[in-house]
């Protein structure tokens, strides 16, 4: 069982950045895939990022390429999104999800607001 909890939403401007934060509970945080998702209201959850065990392999969204960076401190058990030049269309709640084989764990989502 893994529990994840979600930090670093608020509101900002367009241009600003803000960096989430995603802390894992267990011992086996380094066994994990993650990934971070985002969703507005009366949307599906669209993919964002996802970085690998080590973080040697990360993956992106085509809307925020070259925008957000994933990373992961699996001493801390904690994955990261580091999300610069924001635009109001990035705003949405922010969700990490964390899977292995046969097993998929999210959190409880972080919003963040992009004012134009």
């Known amino acids: 069982q893994v529990q994840l909890v979600e930090s670093g939403g608020g509101l900002v401007q367009a241009g600003e950045s803000l960096r989430l934060s995603c802390a894992a509970s267990?011992?086996?945080?380094?066994?994990?895939?993650m990934h971070w998702f985002r969703q507005t209201p009366g949307k599906e959850r669209e993919f964002i990022a996802r970085?690998?065990?080590?973080?040697?392999?990360?993956i992106y969204a085509d809307s925020v390429k070259g925008r957000f960076t994933i990373s992961r401190d699996n001493a801390k058990n904690t994955v990261y999104l580091q999300m610069n030049s924001l635009k109001p269309e990035d705003t949405a709640v922010y969700y990490c999800?964390?899977?292995?084989?046969?097993?998929?764990?999210w959190g409880q989502g972080t919003q963040v607001t992009v004012s134009s």
């Open positions: 999800k964390a899977t292995s084989p046969g097993r998929e764990y």
């Open positions: 267990g011992r086996t945080f380094s066994s994990y895939f």
């Open positions: 970085i690998s065990w080590t973080g040697g392999g990360t």
